[in-house]
């Protein structure tokens, strides 16, 4: 018998239905990974099993854990299995600790609470466990508050207080999204080597295929609700039996078909922008009243330029400085030093009224579809909001025709522009955004990470947009992202930002293929690719 | 931690100093003479000069500020025109009235608000949430003289079981004073509890909803050990600023009680002082209770720094 | 994953209605706030009794027919002052909201428009004012102008002043950061226009419960210092003053004390279920918790 066995599981919360007849069963020593898109039930399966789900949710069908009868369990059973038998992994490791008490008791409590340790014999293992982790005593004492360490160490305290009692069960619910990729790595192969260890059944929870098939011996693919397919992880992806699971492949690898630069660095005489010896820093803590710690260098003596038309991809690690680089360029934040050129002008140290030009030529895309729109205003309104930098405000009846142009560009309709932002999906509200950046026919988009926060099916959809629009408008994009399949697939060139400097640049294919650099072959190395892993797999299996 | 509380202390401490200015400004912006305005118009010119004298007013106005300011820092308010009396003595006779009055009220309010914003919290959606919760919003809605006025009537005038009003002074004996305020405790009390209660029922709601009690629920612990021992140290962040708050509202809330229950205290010393035309009486109570407010609130700052370490440890 | 955050949804003005209809709160609260709001209209054309008249004939009648709640000891029907009371007590409350509102909201968004030394300096000064409980302002200003109705407006109304700039502060920093405003920005618009076009209409919900809350503390508070006698003066029926008057005669009528303060906790009752239920259905973080 599997050590967790669901079967025939129907989730409602109210009336609406989570999950119907979800099947799925995890071995000792097992991982298996639980793949689909947001909505499609992932994490309330996990919640289930765990008997956290909010108070108006009805399940029905079985859920069997060691014998054990989860459905049917007291909420004292549920408290005596819930970090001793079965431990949990979560998302967001910025908020899952407590900020007042000290990472050492919070490991140490559950380890008291399960087994009735004095707080000597608790704290000795809770050090133990936290060494495992990486979280050595001499570097991070037990004292150590949540808010002194960084998102991957927070996620290793996370994992020590789900593991600190060897469970049988480990649930991780997308335990690296919220990381960067080389922290990833190091985090999926610490789950990797404790499930070896101690022999635990993983259930890893992802909407990465690339991450599950790395990890995964089996996978379980759901979408609204439903198991779509089961089986064994590179067989599942070779074959793609499931019309849906060979979408899901396609849509994670999708590469959309674009016009290449003949000469991407030919344009250097009239470059569109150009940015020379750029900096910021920001003032270091204050240590006491009288010393100041060293100024931080988000950007350091930064230079680049790139030519109309062109493609480039800004990637690194989280904190390295492009978010703030990005800021720069937009004239959205100050340089303390160097110089930044576009279209000929310098921007650098200009007032409002004299940028209006500039800002005229050069948009911007978000990450988040849902906090790039003031949701209280109507979809013309937002689109439209750039007209702001012409010289010439248009009519009411030359702004609709404007704005209905651009909703067209994007693949939306005209009637659109009467709807709230709300009414529409998040990669409906990604096209919204691309349309608001380009109704003034700027030369240049800068997007920050704009598809990381879409499903890979939207994610490819609107990466095909991005292509159609440098194709057709010529316009160059500034393409910030951590993720190297995204910067292939969309870009000409690539720059590789690490501790606030660039280390490496040239064509995209060329610089990941053959990194020169640490930190370049550190990202490339930790980077997920779905061919490779599949290819892996099949090997290991011969 | 010590850059966090030199720096509340700085702020109080300038708060303070402005306050003193705009205190004694109000003596300055006056229409006239304030040595009239205190002796009314029928009063000769010489009185008034003499009472000038006194006060200090024929001497340049930043000398007089800084005179007064120092009077403050030694306890030396001045004199009392009504009493003859040095302010000083004034207030210390009072204080012992109003202070055991507002900590009385404000620990009876807290002993009652938080047991029952908890209880809430941990049925929220219940019947017995609804009822406590309804009963708290009516608490609010109760002003406090009049809810005095009741607690007068039933206690004191039908049941008789505690005086009307009035204080026998702590010298009659420990009882029969306490007693004396225990009816105007509870009438300042009744508001800031259903406040406080409140409160505390919507910040262990929101504490609730956060990812690390999940964590610590997926840890094992039970449903009420993460409320007791998660949930409350969080929630206390936000009781404590309600709590410095209503510090101030204690103090405003007091003036109006100890008029209600004929109490001698600070409250009544400084509304009797208005009717006749006492300045400088006004003038130093409201700077000391102004003072208080300042005091408690730095206090607050300082239990922050305790409960919460992000501000107590730097990053 | 996790759900769409519904905080950024927007609601229709009609959906809203619909809503704040369904919610319990909202609906009583509505109710006792038109009915107050009524009486008081109700009072400049039509009272039961002239309240300016003084019948030594009819005093101290209690609750009966032809004086629903009975008659004071100028022989003024209660219920008539309590009518006309209500004028009182709804313009200071009233005119108390507007002077927090006009002042402290413009401040709070200037202070988080501006930050550095200004927000600083903005933050001090409503430390400041918070030291001086309304009531204690209002005693030194009526320790300098003597009483009446007006220095009971400014003494609220400066209290609600920090009141106001707080909330508005504290709504316009989590706007600030948002993508929209820096899409506003790359579209060239001014700190000024962001706050009138993005901040405003995005705080509005919050200073609007904050308004009931404040109108109800006025209410309260501008009973307090009528009872004190420091607010409106006679022969200005005030609902605090008509309790003051009680307290003497509570041995023989105390149901002088009754109706005015169920006066007072009806409407502020009223206007904190109104406050509640407007949160309820505006915030959708505290909607998601029930």
Not at chain 1, 338 to 362: C, H, Q, S, V, Y
Not at chain 2, 37 to 64: F, W, Y
Not at chain 3, 176 to 196: D, N
Request: glycine share 8%.
């Amino acid at each position: 018998m599997s050590l967790l066995e669901i079967e025939n599981l129907s989730l409602k919360i109210g009336e609406t239905p989570i999950l119907r007849d979800v099947d799925l069963s995890i071995d000792a020593g097992e991982v298996m990974g639980l793949v689909g898109e947001s909505g499609s039930g992932k994490s309330m399966t996990a919640l289930t099993v765990m008997q956290l789900l909010p108070n108006a949710a009805r399940t029905e069908g079985r859920v069997s854990f060691d014998g054990i009868d989860i459905l049917a369990a007291t909420e004292d059973r549920m408290c005596a299995l819930r970090g001793d038998d079965i431990g949990m992994v979560f998302q967001e490791p910025m908020t899952a600790l407590n900020p007042v008490k000290t990472i050492g008791e919070q490991v140490a409590e559950g380890i008291r609470w399960h087994t009735g340790a004095s707080r000597a014999d608790a704290e000795e293992r809770a050090r133990q466990i936290l060494d495992r982790v990486g979280l050595p005593e001499k570097k991070f004492p037990m004292s150590r508050y949540p808010h002194q360490l960084s998102g991957g160490q927070r996620q290793r305290v996370v994992i020590a207080i789900a593991c600190a009692l060897k469970p049988k069960l480990l649930i991780a619910d997308e335990p690296t999204t919220a990381l960067d990729v080389v922290l990833q790595a190091q985090i999926l192969e610490l789950l990797r080597d404790l499930v070896d260890e101690n022999r635990m059944g993983l259930l890893l929870i992802s909407h990465d295929l690339a991450v599950v098939t790395q990890m995964a011996d089996r996978i379980t693919i759901l979408r609204h609700g439903e198991v779509m397919e089961a089986g064994e992880t590179a067989q599942t992806l070779s074959k793609q039996a499931h019309p849906y699971t060979r979408q899901l492949a396609l849509a994670s690898t999708h590469v959309p078909e674009r016009r290449v630069l003949a000469h991407p660095f030919a344009g250097d005489r009239a470059s569109l922008l150009e940015v020379q010896n750029i900096s910021r820093f920001y003032p270091g803590q204050r240590l006491s009243m009288f010393h100041k710690a060293e100024p931080f260098r988000a950007v350091d003596d930064v230079s680049f330029s790139i030519a109309p038309g062109q493609s480039t991809a800004l990637v690194g690690r989280s904190g390295c400085g492009k978010s703030t680089l990005a800021r720069m360029i937009l004239a959205l934040d100050r340089p303390s030093g160097g110089e930044i050129r576009f279209m000929g002008e310098t921007l650098t140290g200009r007032d409002e009224a004299a940028l209006k030009p500039a800002r005229r030529n050069m948009q911007v895309v978000f990450q988040d579809p849902y906090g790039s729109f003031n949701p209280r205003h109507k979809v013309e309104r937002l689109v439209a909001e750039p007209l702001h930098l012409l010289e010439k405000q248009p009519s009411p009846a030359e702004r609709r025709e404007v704005v209905a142009s651009a909703l067209h560009e994007v693949g939306l309709r005209a009637e659109d522009m009467d709807k709230y932002p709300h009414e529409f999906s998040g990669g409906q509200r990604q096209r919204l955004s691309i349309a608001r950046a380009i109704i003034t026919r700027p030369k240049l988009v800068v997007a920050d990470e704009p598809v990381s926060a879409l499903d890979v099916s939207i994610r490819a959809q609107i990466l095909d947009l991005f292509a159609d629009l440098n194709g057709r408008l010529g316009v160059a994009y500034l393409f910030i992202t951590h993720d190297l399949t995204v910067a292939r697939a969309i870009t000409d060139d690539v720059m590789i930002m690490h501790e606030g400097k660039i280390v490496e640049r040239g064509p995209t294919g060329e610089v990941l293929d053959h990194p020169q650099s640490e930190a370049t072959k550190a990202l490339v190395a930790a980077a997920p690719d779905l061919h490779r892993a599949i290819a892996r797999r099949l090997q290991e299996q011969g | 931690m010590t850059t966090y509380l030199l720096k509340r202390l700085a702020i109080g401490a300038l708060t303070l100093v402005v306050a003193s200015i705009v205190v004694f400004s109000v003596l300055e912006i006056l229409p006239g003479d304030p040595a009239r305005l205190m002796l009314g118009l029928n009063a000769s010119e010489a009185t008034v000069q003499v009472l000038r004298e006194q006060m200090g007013l024929n001497q340049p106005i930043l000398l007089r500020y800084l005179d007064w300011a120092g009077g403050l820092l030694t306890l030396d308010f001045g004199k009392s025109y009504t009493y003859s009396v040095p302010v000083i003595d004034l207030i210390s006779e009072r204080v012992v009235v109003s202070l055991p009055l507002a900590i009385m009220a404000l620990l009876l309010s807290t002993a009652i608000a938080i047991p029952v914003g908890v209880f809430s919290a941990q049925r929220r959606g219940s019947t017995a949430d609804t009822l406590s919760m309804g009963a708290a919003q009516i608490g609010v809605a109760i002003p406090n003289f009049w809810f005095a006025l009741i607690l007068i009537y039933i206690f004191a005038v039908w049941l008789r079981l505690v005086p009307a009003g009035g204080f026998p002074g702590w010298n009659a004996g420990l009882w029969p004073a306490f007693k004396a305020l225990i009816l105007p405790a509870v009438a300042l009390a009744l508001q800031q509890a259903a406040i406080l209660a409140r409160v505390t029922r919507s910040a262990l709601l929101d504490v609730l909803g956060e990812d690390y009690i999940r964590t610590a629920r997926a840890k094992g612990m039970p449903r009420n050990y993460v409320l007791w021992r998660h949930a409350l140290r969080n929630a206390m962040i936000p009781l404590l600023t309600i709590l410095g708050l209503q510090f101030a509202f204690l103090i405003a809330g007091t003036i109006i009680i100890e008029n209600v229950f004929y109490l001698p205290g600070l409250g009544r010393l400084i509304f009797q002082a208005i009717t006749q035309r006492d300045l400088i009486v006004v003038e130093s109570v409201v700077m000391l209770l102004v003072a208080t407010v300042i005091v408690v609130n730095f206090l607050v700052d300082l239990s922050y720094a305790i409960v919460d370490p992000r501000l107590r440890i730097r990053q | 994953m996790t759900l769409p955050a519904a905080e950024f949804e927007r609601e229709t003005f009609g959906s809203f209605i619909a809503k704040a209809f369904a919610n319990r709160s909202f609906v009583i609260g509505f109710v006792i706030t038109s009915l107050i709001a009524g009486m008081a209209l109700l009072s400049f054309f039509w009272t039961p009794y002239d309240v300016t008249k003084l019948i030594v004939a009819d005093r101290m009648q209690p609750p009966s027919a032809t004086h629903l709640f009975g008659t004071d000891q100028f022989g003024r029907d209660v219920l008539s002052m309590i009518m006309v009371g209500s004028r009182n007590s709804i313009a200071v409350a009233l005119v108390a909201v507007g002077i927090g509102m006009g002042l402290g909201v413009p401040l709070g968004c200037w202070a988080a428009a501006r930050g550095g030394f200004l927000d600083e300096a903005v933050m001090r000064f409503n430390d400041l004012v918070f030291a001086f409980p309304a009531l204690l302002s209002a005693v030194m200003i009526t320790a300098i102008f003597g009483p009446g109705a007006i220095n009971a407006i400014i003494a609220i109304g400066i209290f609600n002043i920090p009141v106001f700039a707080r909330v508005a502060r504290a709504g316009a920093l989590a706007i600030w950061p948002r993508e929209f405003i820096l899409a506003a920005r790359a579209a060239g618009k001014g700190k000024a226009l962001i706050t009138v076009e993005h901040i405003l209409p995005n705080i509005a919900n919050l200073l609007l419960v904050q308004g009931t809350i404040q109108f109800a503390l006025g209410i309260l508070a501008e009973a307090g210092l009528s009872y004190l006698g420091l607010g409106a003066q006679p022969p200005m029926p005030s609902w605090g003053r008509m309790l003051f008057e009680a307290q003497t005669l509570m041995m023989v009528a105390p149901y002088l004390a009754l109706f005015p303060g169920f006066a007072i906790v009806i409407t502020v009752l009223g206007l904190n279920l109104l406050g509640d239920g407007v949160s309820d259905v505006l915030d959708p973080k505290l909607r998601r918790q029930r």
